[in-house]
């Protein structure tokens, strides 16, 4: 798995630097809302214009990466989320960050879903393994995103804004250089083709289970910093540990269980035993010891449930991988805009118990809708080939 052409290491560094943006914010939430005068529930919008944005561009991914080529398409998005993040940092109201960083969105939108298709189409490899990669770069991303944005964020919050900025920029570097020339597709996406793929009943359930599941993450990542009152430096450590939480088990523990149990009881017990989280997090909420600690236990269920259901959808859907990562990123981001404003809302007009019993709510019910999916999933965990996607790495070029 670890022996990969160049051009699917630079992806995957892509990957990690794209992915840092997730947590990179969440340790100057607080900080934004006390030097700009805001609410919580009005800089939570820094994740719901986001990932609103990310969500609705996701349609247009497969269009411009089948006219474009996937290189181009890559390039492109690192180029939007230099320009979005750099002028969120420049910005002086919280209404400015929040246009900026749904400009940022669309930037990781072209990004993100061209990278996975990417990674799994050249990988050397089974598809599981190829995810894996992408999964510990996920991980390794969403693990060092906090703790930058605690360290840079204890000197200003425009930090970590300037910080992507820059990042993003040896990310195009690297990109352009490693990735080889990646040709349009024969056949050019359209607008009607995630829809359609939506039709496919184990792909819409495995989609509604993600959009429910990530009502509950995002819940969790865009409220905590509210109720635990620390320092950026602080709020930063924290999620850091949540993030190396879910590198590990994202990586190492959920093949191991997949390979044991089978993806779909794998994922059901995940999604109760993250449920169970966010309910200890509603009765604990004032006690920082216990939001600090269910926090980073939190991060071992998400690292689970990323790998095992994006692996799902990569094997669920009888149509382009492209496609079925752009259908399902579509509808799965909904449910991440939302979260983040509605716990805002509920902890400022009810109490700061509420969010995460809504949180933990949504992720029963994903487990529910997971349970009523199974019966179109069989077969997602019969064992590939290695290697059997080698003669598809034409599609970014080989190792020289």
């Known amino acids: 798995m670890w022996r990969q052409p160049k051009a699917v290491w630079a992806v995957a560094f892509a990957s990690v630097v794209a992915f840092m943006g997730i947590g990179l914010v969440d340790p100057i939430l607080k900080p934004i809302a006390d030097n700009l005068n805001a609410s919580a529930s009005q800089v939570s919008l820094l994740f719901t214009s986001y990932m609103a944005v990310m969500g609705v561009a996701m349609l247009i991914t497969g269009v411009v990466a089948s006219r474009i080529g996937p290189k181009r398409t890559l390039l492109l998005g690192l180029v939007v989320i230099i320009a979005g993040a750099g002028l969120a940092g420049m910005s002086d109201t919280v209404t400015e960050i929040v246009g900026w960083r749904a400009l940022w969105g669309l930037g990781n939108a072209l990004f993100i879903a061209t990278a996975l298709a990417t990674i799994v189409n050249s990988a050397r490899g089974s598809v599981a393994q190829a995810i894996i990669l992408y999964e510990a770069a996920l991980g390794l991303g969403i693990a060092v995103g906090p703790l930058v944005g605690g360290v840079l964020g204890s000197i200003s919050w425009r930090g970590p804004f300037f910080g992507v900025s820059a990042l993003m920029a040896f990310a195009v570097v690297v990109t352009a250089i490693l990735l080889p020339s990646t040709p349009p597709a024969q056949r050019k996406t359209t607008l009607a083709d995630p829809f359609r793929a939506l039709r496919h009943r184990g792909l819409l359930g495995v989609a509604i289970t993600a959009l429910l599941y990530n009502f509950g993450f995002f819940t969790l990542l865009a409220f905590t910093p509210f109720p635990l009152d620390m320092s950026a430096h602080e709020i930063g450590l924290i999620f850091f540990g949540w993030g190396v939480a879910l590198a590990f088990t994202s990586v190492v523990v959920a093949p191991r269980l997949q390979h044991r149990f089978g993806t779909v009881p794998t994922l059901l017990v995940n999604l109760l035993a993250m449920s169970a989280t966010l309910a200890v997090m509603a009765v604990g909420t004032e006690n920082k010891t216990v939001l600090a600690t269910c926090v980073v236990v939190s991060g071992l269920f998400i690292g689970i449930n990323n790998t095992l259901i994006t692996e799902t959808v990569m094997k669920a859907a009888p ?27 509920l902890g400022e007009q009810i109490n700061v118990h509420v969010p995460y019993w809504v949180g933990a709510g949504a992720v029963v019910l994903a487990a529910g809708v997971l349970a009523l999916t199974r019966a179109h999933l069989t077969g997602i965990d019969v064992e590939e080939v290695d290697d059997v996607d080698e003669a598809t790495a034409i599609t970014v070029g080989s190792d020289s």
Request: proline share 4%.
């Open 319 to 345: 149509v382009e991988r492209g496609v079925a990562s752009a259908a399902y990123s579509f509808v799965r981001f909904s449910g991440a805009a939302l979260a983040p404003w509605l716990a805002g809302v």
